[in-house]
T-cell receptor, first 114, second 116 residues
């Protein structure tokens, strides 16, 4: 158990809908990351937050948004969903953001868009 | 250019044998970290081992060791005494720079199958 909690574990929704994925980082970790894993794109970094502030942005679509709350949990909002958004979405956390700090992943949220 | 290259899409090994999974990386940053993660069929991403660019010795964690050759920019994962439960996808990843903007860049992964 990595200590990173993601909900829901599985989600099936229709095209055009909006979903929210939730993440609780490991106790004490200030930095949260979101990654998307799909068969064709592999593991793609979406966005990073550190202590409530956005720190880095990767290949995140405009239809997607995220935030980190004062209690450090984070949410990833996916809207106007398309079939191609079906993927495994990971949340990860680390204590600080130096290169030597391990990033621990949650179990992922499987999203299926039908 | 790809930052992380894993050239072996799949590897087969027999139980109790050792196996090496290859990883090469590309960076001009003197400060970086190299990570290996295991992803079983259930999907979770499990941290295995870490090697810092300034570490003098190769990292080891139980049956996992990292063969770090800095001049060659390679960071191969060695699994000793393979077990059936080691069958999974293995990802090499790199985190560059000491600043607050470093995230993980992953390779495409190597699927390891351990046979009895």
């Amino acid at each position: 158990d990595s200590g990173v909690t993601q909900t829901p574990k599985h989600l099936i929704t229709a095209t055009g809908q909006r979903v929210t994925l939730r993440c609780s980082p490991r106790s004490g970790d200030l930095s949260v990351y979101w990654y998307q894993q799909s068969l064709d794109q592999g593991l793609q970094f979406l966005i990073q937050y550190y202590n409530g502030e956005e720190r880095a942005k990767g290949n995140i679509l405009e239809r997607f948004s995220a935030q980190q709350f004062p209690d450090l949990h984070s949410e990833l909002n996916l809207s106007s969903l398309e079939l191609g958004d079906s993927a495994l979405y990971f949340c990860a956390s680390s204590a600080v953001v130096s290169s030597g700090n391990t990033i621990y992943f949650g179990e992922g949220s499987w999203l299926t868009v039908v | 250019a790809q930052k992380i290259t894993q050239t072996q899409p799949g590897m087969f090994v027999q139980e109790k044998e050792a196996v090496t999974l290859d990883c090469t990386y590309d960076t001009s940053d003197p400060s970086y970290g190299l990570f290996w993660y295991k992803q079983p069929s259930s999907g979770e991403m499990i941290f295995l081992i870490y090697q810092g660019s300034y570490d003098q010795q190769n990292a080891t964690e139980g049956r996992y060791s990292l063969n770090f050759q800095k001049a060659r920019k390679s960071a191969n994962l060695v699994i000793s005494a393979s077990q059936l439960g080691d069958s999974a996808m293995y990802f090499c990843a790199m985190r560059e720079g000491p600043s607050g903007y470093s995230t993980l860049t992953f390779g495409k992964g190597t699927m390891l199958l351990v046979s009895p």
